[in-house]
């Protein structure tokens, strides 16, 4: 009985649509100062959604189409965009871990290293991996992985793509996919150090909770019905 159990519930879940992460953002200033906001974000297999829970805002990634739509909940508006950033600024998000030369990044590993290190992180056993930005740049970048039974990679990939205006340039591309090939497992906690001129900015992503979803992406990840385009001034 238990095994049916058990096959019943792996049948329901393998055929998931996608996932929902469950994620907690704190920002710490110089002089104490911390900001804490949540995302909901839904992984499809053509769309990633992302819920800012506090601004009560929605911005929904079509990584087939390469369309943006950003969704205002308090006026029930949206607008669409041809690409959130772009690939000039997608390549300086990277500046440091992998210098700019020609106008492209540089191809170099390894980007991430493992440092033994290993903790839990709410319910998930995580090993540690840091980034291997050059000391002068000033930025550390720490990363928590985990297995996952079910979430693979390639559902991280389309959310770091989608973060990045979800057509990065080749290059762009390389440096991700390497950090990805680098570490085991699924981000759970990425924690990144920026120090300048003696004050230091840091900014931890955690993800507190992965669901499988089985709802139709297009149904999940569309303009609600009712809502209106938000015309430039």
């Not at 998931?16 to 907690?24: S, V």
């Not at 110089?30 to 911005?59: A, C, F, K």
Request: hydrophobic letters at 30%.
């Amino acid at each position: 009985m238990l095994l049916l159990i058990f096959y019943s519930y792996l049948a329901q879940t393998t055929k998931a649509e996608g996932f929902l992460l469950k994620e907690i953002v704190e920002v710490s200033y110089p002089g104490g100062e911390t900001t804490r906001y949540q995302n909901h974000t839904w992984v499809g297999q053509n769309r990633v959604r992302s819920d800012r829970l506090d601004m009560n805002t929605t911005i929904i990634y079509d990584l087939d189409l390469h369309i943006v739509y950003l969704i205002d909940h308090n006026d029930e508006t949206y607008q669409i965009s041809r690409a959130s950033i772009s690939k000039q600024d997608s390549r300086l998000s990277l500046t440091g871990l992998a210098p700019i030369r020609d106008g492209t990044l540089e191809r170099r590993s390894p980007f991430a290293e493992s440092t033994g290190n290993r903790r839990k992180i709410g319910s998930y056993i995580c090993d540690e991996y840091k980034l291997t930005y050059p000391e002068e740049y000033g930025i550390e970048t720490t990363i928590w992985t985990t297995y996952h039974r079910f979430m693979t990679k390639s559902y991280v990939r389309k959310v770091w793509y989608s973060a990045i205006g979800t057509t990065p340039p080749g290059d762009v591309k390389h440096v991700l996919n390497s950090i990805l090939r680098e570490v085991r497992g699924i981000p759970i906690q990425i924690e990144t150090t920026i120090s300048l001129e003696g004050h230091q900015i840091t900014t931890k992503s955690t993800i507190t909770q992965i669901e499988p979803f089985s709802e139709d992406e297009l149904t999940l990840m569309a303009i609600p019905s009712g809502y209106h385009i938000r015309r430039q001034p």
